[in-house]
């Protein structure tokens, strides 16, 4: 992305045709990555964690000497799919500051984000069955990829609503927890960017997660260990 302020959103991917999926087993979990960002290595996490009422908290961190970014999607399962409740994207880039909250009122049925966004990206947006943000996007990708199933999901995220659709594009080995494992490669291209990440079997989440733009590797996320 232009403004690579807000790399998340590579964890996005097309309108989520939702007829009913079986539900997923949610498990805590933390996946370790080793990042490159902008040319500078670093680490990034994600993590899973039980937030209580049946709702889950997953939370992706990247850090190096440039930047310290951080976002976080409280969510619940619904009818099989992932829902966003809340969510927080923050992030510090040399001098710049950014913090962006957003609200998914279901019953309702609009979302309003607040903070470091512009006045036309607040909202409402009105939602509808299968809506999620960026981050959630992640672990839909591996959900889906493992069941077979189409790569097509709608992300509403800052004021937007974004269908996209992923095609598998090969299968390569990838070493998680100091194994070889065959990964699933999938792949989607908006304009200028390119939005890669590579699927290994029982893996909550991506093993590999990789933006490109202008042809350069923007964030690129390779996973070290998982527990």
Known sequence: M????????LLSAAALALSAVPALAIQPFQA?????????????????????????TYTLTIKNQLADL??????????????????????T???KKRNVDAKYDWNSGQATWSGSVKPERRGPVKLQAGDMDALLINLAIARDVSAGKPLNYRMVDEGRIK???YKIVGKENITVNGEQKQAT?????DGNKELIAWVVPNLPVPARLLQRE???DALDLTIKSLR
């Open 93 to 95: 880039f040399v001098m």
């Open 214 to 216: 202008d042809g350069h």
């Open 70 to 91: 951080s976002q976080n999607t409280v969510f619940e399962e619904h009818n099989g799919t992932l829902r966003p409740l809340t969510s927080n994207d923050k992030s």
């Open 2 to 9: 232009n403004r690579i302020s807000r790399p998340l959103s």
């Open 32 to 56: 370790n990555y080793q990042a490159n960002y902008m040319g500078m290595l670093g680490d990034a996490v994600m993590t899973v964690s039980a937030a209580g009422n049946d709702q889950w």
């Open 185 to 189: 490669k999938v792949s989607r291209t």
């Open 163 to 165: 269908p996209m659709s």
